[in-house]
């Protein structure tokens, strides 16, 4: 099993940044994948972004792509998300999750909010 715990939300004007991280303990961190999701209020929760096991191939939703920048520390068992250009439309609860290899996102976070105002 992992446990995961997000950090690093906030308020922020639209076209500034932030950086999430994501602090996974347990064993193994280095046989899961890792991703991003995002949720908003009345809504299913979406897929934001995804790593590999090892950093070696990122996914992004179209709506993120060129704008956000998914990475992670296998040693320090981290998974980040850069978000550049933020939109008020990034508005939501953003969460981690973890895959083992061939499963599903079986692990999450607790969330952390990110609001972008306009």
């Known amino acids: 099993q992992v446990q995961l715990v997000e950090s690093g939300g906030g308020l922020v004007q639209a076209g500034g940044s932030l950086r999430l991280s994501c602090a996974a303990s347990?064993?193994?961190?280095?046989?899961?994948?890792m991703g991003w999701f995002r949720q908003v209020p009345g809504k299913e929760r979406e897929f934001v972004a995804a790593?590999?096991?090892?950093?070696?191939?990122?996914y992004y939703a179209d709506s993120v792509k060129d704008r956000f920048t998914i990475s992670r520390d296998n040693a320090k068992k981290m998974v980040y998300l850069q978000m550049n250009t933020l939109k008020p439309e990034d508005t939501a609860v953003y969460y981690c999750?973890?895959?083992?290899?061939?499963?599903?996102?079986?692990?999450w976070g607790q969330g952390t909010q990110v609001t972008v105002s306009s």
């Open positions: 790593i590999s096991w090892s950093g070696g191939s990122t």
């Open positions: 999750g973890a895959r083992p290899y061939g499963g599903s996102y079986d692990y």
């Open positions: 347990g064993r193994a961190f280095n046989n899961y994948d």
